[in-house]
């Protein structure tokens, strides 16, 4: 791209003298029901797009016939960490008919599903935080699931950790605890699958991991109130949920809302309490539920483009904010999802004769490849960035001397044009890369990440790569168009 004389729409300037905190390898991951039932929530009563004509099937695909595709798409992204819960998690029982109130069960586990998520942890290489049943409050019960299933299809070093419930703080709205149901009510309810546990030679075993709280209780001080309750000492990982914007009750959420630069800064501060509360009782926090909007999602939105642009912030963000990972979540509410980063649908395999998937890669997942390739291992670098438009940019290297990647996010709702990138000590001729699409709702089949797209399986041709010089003063100077994000690779200067 050939840029213009104009007055730059950015100048970035990047350090390199100083490496940042460095980004975990397996910072990527998916948040994923335990299964397609019990999810809990109506469909959408909005607006339709293109992407919502068929309903997605689970990503994982069947005990009988896994979804190797998926599989795939997982180790794009490297070392990562699936999570296994959601709405289903308390509402879908192990052995229902033993549950204490078998009337919460709106879904049944089996075995296979188990064996299932066994494949997806090997085939991908992922851990795992497989969330248990706490809604039916019974420590026994859940024992049952853990040793009779569990403990007899998944390796324990294919488990990240157990997670005990999923968003609590919502139990006594949904009528399964008394009113009101407080951090502390909550402690206890924990504690007590905890002790059963520890006293089961099988269970103990396992790492524990919570609250993944979402809502009332996502604050530094209910936060604090779970870790010192439970004792920091006997959680491997501090997990907790956001959704800044909702369709729930039919809501409606616009691009402009999702890319508006309140809503990051909103997003920010909430982290910094969050992960401060976390680090000063020395334990990790993961963001291991998250999307552009509760309840599955917008419509236009957030299977759109500008989707990408915001999880590609989003993803950064919750770097340079201190949490140790981060779980894009999948929704199979009726009517389908508008926000999972990968959607599956039935397709027949007629070589093999037998049950196959179609699986399409959504703008969101072109997000989490970027940031797979430009960060994950990586250590952030201080830059300064000078911009009248919506503009994001971030910076990251493996080491002092290594090749520094420069990623700008566009996220301005009209502007584009030339931008300028200087990394200190760094004038080697550079490679220049581009996640764009026509317009910000662009769907799926018009994004492209150096112009080159994923196919079902979840490969991807090799991309196009622009050479680019820097000028005299040791600028690379580029053309950013208005529904893109670019990602710089600028080489080491002792590369050859």
């Known amino acids: 791209m050939v840029a213009s004389a104009q007055a730059p729409l950015a100048t970035v300037s990047v350090q390199t003298e100083q490496l940042g905190a460095r980004i975990p390898e397996d910072f990527v991951g998916f948040s994923l029901e335990v299964s397609t039932a019990g999810q809990g929530i109506g469909a959408f009563g909005g607006s339709t797009s293109e992407s919502r004509a068929r309903v997605a099937e689970y990503a994982l695909g069947t005990p009988e016939a896994p979804n190797k595709g998926f599989f795939q798409f997982m180790r794009n992204l490297g070392p990562g960490i699936l999570r296994l819960g ?35 942890a090997r085939a991908s290489g992922w851990r795992l935080i497989l969330g248990l049943n706490l809604k039916q409050n019974s420590s026994q019960w859940a024992l049952d699931e853990l040793t009779h299933a569990v403990a007899k299809e998944i390796k324990p070093d294919e488990i990240l950790g157990l997670e005990l419930g ?10 399964s605890r008394p009113g009101p149901y407080s951090p502390a009510d909550h402690v206890k309810d924990f504690l007590a699958y905890a002790e059963a546990f520890r006293q089961n030679s099988i269970a103990k075993r396992y790492a524990l991991v919570g609250p993944a709280t979402c809502c009332k209780w996502r604050n530094a001080q209910d936060l604090g109130t779970f870790i010192d309750g439970v004792g920091a000492s006997k959680l491997k990982l501090v997990t907790v949920h956001s959704y800044l914007l909702t369709t729930c009750g039919g809501k409606q959420v616009t691009i402009a809302e999702l890319l508006a630069p309140e809503l990051m800064t909103r997003f920010n501060k909430e982290a910094e309490s969050l992960v401060a509360s976390a680090r000063a009782r020395k334990v990790p926090i993961a963001l291991a539920e998250t999307n552009s909007a509760s309840c599955g999602g917008m419509p236009g939105v957030s299977d759109a483009f500008a989707a990408a642009l915001w999880g590609l912030d989003s993803l950064f963000s919750a770097a340079e904010d201190g949490f140790s990972g981060i779980n894009f979540h999948f929704s199979y509410r009726p009517g389908g999802s508008s926000y999972n980063p990968v959607d ?21 997942y072109y997000a989490m490849y970027l940031f797979r390739q430009s960060a994950s291992g990586k250590h952030l670098l201080s830059l300064t960035t000078n911009s009248a438009a919506d503009l994001r940019s971030y910076a990251t290297s493996e080491c002092a001397s290594c090749a520094v990647n420069v990623v700008l996010i566009n996220k301005d709702v009209s502007a584009s044009g030339r931008v300028s990138v200087h990394v200190s000590n760094r004038t080697r001729r550079a490679e220049l890369l581009f996640l764009e699409a026509p317009k910000l709702d662009s769907l799926s089949s018009e994004v492209t990440y150096g112009g080159v797209q994923f196919d079902s399986e979840g490969h991807i041709p090799t991309p196009h790569l622009e050479q680019i010089e820097p000028d005299p003063n040791g600028n690379y100077q580029f053309n950013l168009p208005n529904a893109a994000a670019a990602l710089l690779v600028v080489p080491s200067p002792k590369q050859r």
Not at 86 to 113: F, M, V, Y
Not at 166 to 175: H, K, Q, T
């Open 86 to 120: 959601g709405n289903s998690q308390d509402n879908t029982c192990w052995n229902a008919t033993a549950a204490p109130h078998p009337d919460w069960c709106k879904g049944e586990l089996r075995i296979g599903d188990f064996r299932l998520y066994s494949e997806a």
């Open 166 to 175: 999923n968003e609590p703080d919502l139990f006594s709205r949904a009528g």
């Open 344 to 364: 599956t649908y039935k397709a027949v395999d007629a070589r093999r004769k037998q049950q196959g998937y179609q699986n399409v890669a959504k703008p969101l």
